[in-house]
């Protein structure tokens, strides 16, 4: 690889870059855009190990339970969904603190099942999906296995999870025309 950066790598590049130094000249606002990097949140199913420095009985992997908790030792049930991993940290740290001398807490992700989207109809795979950050309705169809051979191209739907919906063409997306972004939850069906 020579010494510039290679745009083909998408967001993965954008961070290297960023972090080497290397830095896009007159990169579009949709090229900023992906260099901009949500912190993720925990769902209901994720699993998370909780470390506690020099405190091995008190470390566990455990997932997020369907209401939102995980169960830790000497704590019992603790809120996760929705905190990012530092948030969870801190407020194991701040409930451990007047149990334990000086906890130290690390929250790693194991696995990342909570956030799905779903793709059904004329699709060589319907089914769900995990949801991958900034995840297009065209990277869903790749996901699925791409259109069926009699699937209607003209009048994908877009069923998001806040009850709208929106309908694309399947060349529309090929063509960069339309960029829709999927949310956790969302449906695509191709007729």
Known sequence: MSGSCKSWWGPAAALLAFGSGCAHGGGSQQDDAQQVVQEYRLAKEDVVEVSVWKEPDLSRTVPVRPDGKITLPLLGDVPAEGLTPAQLEKSVQDKLSPLVRDPRVTVIVHDVN????????????????????????????????????????????????????????YDDLVNGKVRRQLSAGDTVVVP
């Open 114 to 169: 909570g956030s799905r989207i779903y793709v059904t109809g004329m699709v060589t795979r319907p089914g769900a999906f995990p949801l991958r950050s900034h995840m297009t309705v065209l990277q869903a169809l790749a996901m699925a296995g791409g259109l069926a051979e009699f699937a209607d191209r003209g009048e994908i739907t877009v069923l998001h999870a806040d009850g709208t919906r929106h309908v694309v063409a």
